[in-house]
C-alpha cells in the first residue's frame, strides 16, 4: 500500500521568511495530493492540492510542486506570517476520492 | 461556506461502553468518511461510505466499528465495546465526487477519552 513520509517534522522560521515542507510517496498510481492545515484543537483543513497532471500549482503565499519521477510533492509557503503556524499535513491517493494516506506531519512555527 | 459539523466535541466514556459519534457532511456530498487521530500522531484512514454501504475500510475498523447513515444528513461512526486504545480525535470528512472533484473536506472531530 502506500506510504507517505513528511520532512522535517519540526519547521521554525523567522517571520517573513521562507518554509519549505517536503513529501514523498511510494505507490506510483497515487494521483492526487492534497495539502491540509490543522490548527490546535481543529479539523485538518484543505489549504492546496495538486493533481498528477500538473507540475506546480500556486495560490498567493502557498505554493506545491510535484515530482513524478522522483515520487515526491513540496509545500512552500513565502512571507510566512504566525497566523501560518500550525501543523501541515501532506496526503496522497489514487483513484479520485479514495482514502488518503497521510504524512506523518510537520509542525510549523513563525517566530515574530 | 458549507462545512462539515460533528458532535460532540467530546466524549467520556468507560472502557467496554457503545459510543456513537454522529456527523453532518456537506448537503450535496456523496461520499463519506471518518478517521481518526491519535494524539500527537497522523491522521488514520478507517472508512469510507458511498450508496448506503462501505466503500473501503482500514485494518483499524475491526468488528467492533460500524458506520451509518440513518437519514438523509446524519453520518454515524459507532464503537461497540470502546477499548483504552480508542482514545483518540475522529475526524468525519465528505466529497462530493470520486471523479474530478474529490477534495475531502473535515469535521472539526470529536474527542473521545475511553478510561
Known amino acids: 500500500g502506500e506510504n507517505v513520509e513528511q520532512h522535517p517534522s519540526t519547521l521554525s522560521v523567522q517571520e517573513g521568511d521562507s518554509a519549505v515542507i517536503k513529501c514523498t510517496y511510494s505507490?506510483?498510481?497515487?494521483?492526487?495530493f492534497p495539502w491540509y492545515k490543522q490548527e490546535l484543537g481543529k479539523g485538518p483543513q484543505l489549504i492546496i492540492d495538486?493533481?498528477?497532471?500538473?507540475g506546480e500549482k500556486k495560490d498567493q503565499r502557498i505554493a506545491v510542486t510535484l515530482n513524478k519521477t522522483a515520487k515526491h510533492f513540496s509545500l512552500h509557503i513565502t512571507e510566512t506570517q504566525p497566523e501560518d503556524s500550525a501543523v501541515y499535513f501532506c496526503?496522497?491517493?489514487?483513484?479520485?476520492?479514495?482514502?488518503?494516506?497521510f504524512g506523518p506531519g510537520t509542525r510549523l512555527s513563525v517566530l515574530p | 461556506e458549507p462545512e462539515v459539523t460533528q458532535t460532540p466535541s467530546h466524549q467520556v466514556t468507560q472502557m467496554g461502553q457503545e459510543v456513537i459519534l454522529r456527523c453532518v457532511p456537506i448537503?450535496?456530498?456523496?461520499?463519506f468518511y471518518w478517521y481518526r487521530q491519535i494524539l500527537g500522531q497522523k491522521v488514520e484512514f478507517l472508512v469510507s461510505?458511498?450508496?448506503?454501504?462501505?466503500?473501503?475500510k482500514s485494518e483499524i475498523f475491526d468488528d467492533q466499528f460500524s458506520v451509518e447513515r440513518p437519514d438523509g444528513s446524519n453520518f454515524t461512526l459507532k464503537i461497540r465495546s470502546t477499548k483504552l486504545e480508542d482514545s483518540a480525535m475522529y475526524f468525519c470528512?465528505?466529497?462530493?465526487?470520486?471523479?474530478?472533484?474529490?477534495?475531502?473536506?473535515f469535521g472539526p472531530g470529536t474527542r473521545l477519552t475511553v478510561l
Open positions: 496526503a496522497a491517493t489514487y483513484n479520485y476520492g479514495q482514502n488518503f494516506v
Open positions: 495538486i493533481r498528477s497532471n500538473v
Open positions: 461510505f458511498y450508496n448506503n454501504e462501505i466503500s473501503e
Open positions: 505507490d506510483s498510481a497515487s494521483n492526487y
Open positions: 448537503s450535496n456530498h456523496l461520499y
Open positions: 470528512a465528505s466529497s462530493d465526487f470520486r471523479g474530478t472533484a474529490d477534495t475531502q473536506y
